[in-house]
């Protein structure tokens, strides 16, 4: 019986992703400045947006994980950060365009939504199907 052939992929940022998330910044920020607030207040709202919209691209720039490896055997290892590598659990499913990933390691756990542009064609589609054969197993 032949195996799987292993999938590895570098996380990287997705170009989609962080045009959203400046558009969603300037249409809040837009929405503060239009606020019936007065002046304070607006300048008050508009320095939080700009906040949870910095912490947002920190997050999406500088992920805990540098890459991931599910081996064709089963097997699911992270490589950190500081370019340690771990060993990984690892569930997911698709949601229309994007491919949700959970991961877990040494207690520790993250969510991942790997976007269209963050994935080479071949590893999307062999992802997207050992995901689902995943799922009907359970």
């Not at 607006?42 to 540098?66: F, I, M, N, T």
């Not at 089963?74 to 229309?96: C, F, K, P, Q």
């Amino acid at each position: 019986m032949r195996s799987a052939p292993d999938i590895s992929f570098d996380l990287k940022p997705s170009p989609s992703e962080l045009a959203l998330l400046a558009a969603v910044t300037v249409l809040a920020l837009i929405g503060a400045w239009g606020a019936d607030l007065d002046g304070l207040a607006r300048l008050a709202l508009a320095a939080v947006v700009l906040a949870v919209a910095g912490d947002a691209l920190h997050r999406r720039l500088r992920p805990p994980l540098a890459a991931v490896r599910w081996r064709g055997d089963g097997e699911v290892r992270v490589m950190l950060r500081d370019g340690s590598e771990v060993e990984a659990t690892l569930s997911g499913h698709r949601w229309g365009p994007l491919i949700v990933l959970a991961l877990a390691w040494r207690g520790r756990r993250l969510g991942l939504w790997l976007w269209p542009d963050q994935l080479d064609a071949d590893s999307r589609r062999r992802l997207r199907m050992r995901l689902s054969v995943a799922a009907d197993a359970r």
